[in-house]
């Protein structure tokens, strides 16, 4: 297992967002996360990734317990994830900023290594011609691809993606999708929130859906998308869980 | 390395050889009115270019930095006078001694972001005047003076007010190369990454409270030496000459008038700021506002040209970034 979440819960004031969410990730497999709005997806990757430590619980990632750990501990044991919102470093180059994500990523490279790390995965998710320009400057498909580039340049074990496909265009979504295929190639394990759901279903082994905080289903994509409760969860949106449970996720 | 090739970079050396060649402009015409000038702009350049590494680099504002020169300048002055030191180890105890404040201050007030951690700088400044000013060791209200005969080690007071203009070209010389080495390192891209997004930064693996520490550190240090140097050359020290707040803020403007985060301009921004401050001070009208117009300058420059006189031709002209690091 290269990461185990057993039992974690998160309060914040009034707000339970996450109450007692376990689950076990394999090695090199990919993990989909969804959920309604408000679920308690990023703040499962945020527990994850130590920006919150959890109220109660523990992250045991590559067998060590990461639990409360910081954020830049963790990252070097081999953990990048991309954000919901980018965090673009807006005044650096586009291949700064990826030349940061190799450097103090969990091979924690020296300059000139990195920055040939830098042009290598700049290439992979096809910034190669965006790399002196600003980052500030890109538009926001190019901005979640950044993200992406820089997770991976850190080298990761296990990647957390945040959203990578929202707000894409399908020509966009496409090809971040195949991104995504050829980064489990390579072997790197990954968890993936994501609303697209045509994309999680297809690209996922396993799906954990939250809802309220609490996970409500565990399993293969088929599995989850005709599962009673998911479907209820979704209820908001019927048409939504009558495109889940039509979907033919072996393709 | 890569350091080393990074130190290829052709703007770098021609700054350092303008700097050079206006620093030996005074020796060649032999004219202490002109070195006077120029010492209090070299002054400036350390000032402002070792903030630049905090303010510019790590995007925290300090707006006591001043407080790193005084204390500098104490410890210089009480160990010369007190010890017999020579001004050698006095200039380094009195960097070190900043440096290892700043160290103490780092662990406790770089957990704050923002105008938080602004607000705090300023009460520290406030704070060490007022306990210097008890402290008796270092004279008090009433401060330490050196004795004239000090300066017979150094060829007496006329050859060492050359002799300390020479030292201070050094020290501004080599403060514009360790703004670049820093900058162009991989510790200077985490403390430009901790600037643009300090949350993003830690995410990629950042070290921040380390790399911030650190930064804080070596933008006390050569504040802490120049401070030992300037109060040899004044002969004196008391507690409202050595923690002038407006001082402070003096040295903000002087990196945001010329760019901050760049190399070139705390050096240009120094020069810049002395010359009108100059000016303004000969001037009838201006001589008693010329703090207001200070004021007026960093708003008008945070307003309209935020990225400063280098940042804004940076930018505007992408083929002399070259030659503008």
Redesign the interface.
């Known amino acids: 297992m290269i990461l185990q979440v057993n039992n974690v819960s998160k309060r914040f004031g009034g707000l339970q967002a996450l109450s007692g969410v376990s689950f076990e990730l394999p090695e090199g497999q990919i993990m989909g996360l969804i959920g309604p709005n408000g679920a308690g997806k990023t703040t499962t990757f945020n527990v994850i990734n130590g920006v919150y430590p959890p109220d109660t619980g523990t992250v045991v990632f590559k067998g060590s317990d990461i639990t409360g750990a910081k954020t830049y501990e963790i990252a070097r044991q081999g953990l990048a994830r991309t954000h919901q919102i980018v965090k673009p470093l807006n005044e650096l180059t586009v291949r700064e900023n990826v030349i940061v994500g190799a450097c103090f990523g969990r091979q924690n490279l020296p300059l000139g290594q990195a920055t040939d790390v830098a042009n290598e995965v700049m290439e992979f998710v096809g910034l190669g011609k965006r790399a002196d320009q600003l980052a500030g400057s890109l538009n926001v498909g190019q901005k979640k691809r950044l993200e992406m580039a820089r997770a991976l340049a850190a080298r990761p074990y296990l990647l957390l993606l945040d959203e990578v496909l929202a707000g894409l265009n399908p020509s966009e979504i496409t090809r971040m999708t195949e991104i995504v295929h050829k980064i489990r190639e390579q072997g790197i394990s990954i968890i993936m929130i994501e609303h697209v759901m045509q994309a999680v279903m297809s690209v996922s082994d396993f799906v954990l859906v939250l809802d309220f905080g609490k996970p409500i289903a565990y399993g293969t994509p088929t599995e989850v998308a005709n599962d009673p409760k998911v479907i209820e969860a979704y209820l908001g949106d019927p048409k939504l869980a009558e495109q889940l449970s039509s979907h033919d996720p072996v393709s | 390395?890569?350091m080393l090739k990074n130190l290829r970079n052709p703007g770098l050396w021609l700054w350092m050889a303008i700097v050079l060649a206006v620093g030996l402009w005074p020796v060649i015409t032999q004219r202490a009115s002109t070195r006077e000038e120029i010492f209090t702009v070299l002054l400036s350049v350390v000032l402002a270019s070792s903030l630049n590494i905090l303010l510019g680099y790590t995007g925290y504002v300090s707006f006591g930095h001043i407080v790193f020169f005084g204390l500098g300048g104490y410890v210089g002055l009480f160990l010369i006078t007190a010890y017999g030191w020579s001004l050698w180890p006095a200039m380094l105890a009195g960097g070190i001694s900043s440096a290892f404040l700043a160290l103490l201050l780092g662990q406790a007030i770089l957990r704050l972001r923002g105008a938080y951690f602004a607000l705090a700088t300023i009460g520290i400044n406030e704070a060490m005047r007022a306990f210097i000013n008890n402290f008796e060791p270092f004279g008090g209200p009433t401060g330490i003076s050196l004795n004239f005969s000090v300066y017979n080690d150094y060829g007496g007071a006329a050859n060492a007010l050359w002799m300390l203009y020479g030292v201070m070209l050094a020290l501004a010389l080599l403060n514009i190369l360790l703004s670049y080495v820093v900058k162009s390192?991989?510790f200077g891209?985490?403390l430009?990454?901790i600037?643009?997004?300090e949350?993003?930064?830690?995410?990629?693996?950042?070290?921040?409270p380390r790399a911030k520490t650190w930064a804080y550190v070596l933008s006390a240090f050569l504040p802490g030496v120049v401070g030992v140097l300037f109060f040899f050359k004044n002969g004196n020290i008391e507690p409202p000459q050595a923690f002038r707040l407006h001082m402070s803020i003096e040295m903000l403007v002087m990196v945001m008038l010329g760019g901050y985060?760049t190399i070139l301009g705390p050096v240009l921004g120094a020069a810049g700021y002395q010359r009108l401050r100059g000016l303004l001070l000969t001037s009838d009208l201006f001589k008693n506002i010329q703090l207001t117009v200070a004021g007026v300058l960093l708003l008008v420059i945070i307003l309209f040209i935020p990225a400063g006189f280098v940042g804004w031709l940076r930018n505007r002209f992408p083929k002399l970034r070259r030659f503008l690091p």
């Open positions: 390395m890569s390192s991989k891209l985490g430009l990454a600037r643009e997004d949350d993003a930064a830690e995410v990629m693996g950042v070290v921040t985060g």
